[in-house]
């Protein structure tokens, strides 16, 4: 019996380390979802097609009309994060990935974006509403 239960354990340790990595694979495919939420909803891809989007993309050499997709800061995760910084000023970009249940790094992308924007500043490692200067 003990020697069945042996295999069993290595049979099950086995599985798990090949399972291992689809399951990361599944959670950074599920935060790019996430984060692809609402692209329609805001109006992002609405009046083109996806093959005129192709076309646009065509040529040039890396030049002309700049970076494409949805503007920084637009998305449901910025406006959560605008939320978070308003209800709670002084908040660190790891304090708002834990609220928000992401990854900071994420973060690090929207903060500046909204900042560009005058919606919030950075003092220190906190951010606060830009309203409340």
Do not use: C, H
């Not at 329609?40 to 040529?59: F, K, P, V």
Request: proline letters at 5%; charged letters at 35%; a positive charge.
């Amino acid at each position: 019996m003990a020697d069945f239960l042996d295999e069993k354990r290595r049979e099950i340790a086995q599985r798990l380390k090949e399972l291992e990595p689809l399951v990361s694979e599944y959670e950074r495919l599920r935060a790019a979802l996430d984060a692809l939420e609402g692209v329609r909803e805001n109006g992002a891809a609405s009046g083109r097609s996806s093959r005129g989007r192709a076309r646009a993309g065509r040529g040039g050499g890396g030049q002309g009309e700049g970076r494409r997709g949805r503007p920084p800061g637009s998305g449901t995760r910025s406006k959560e994060a605008l939320e978070l910084v308003r209800s709670r000023p002084g908040i660190s970009i790891q304090e708002l990935a834990e609220t928000m249940g992401i990854k900071q790094n994420y973060l690090y992308r929207v903060l500046p974006g909204l900042q560009k924007d005058g919606l919030v500043r950075k003092e220190g490692r906190g951010w606060f509403p830009q309203e409340a200067a």
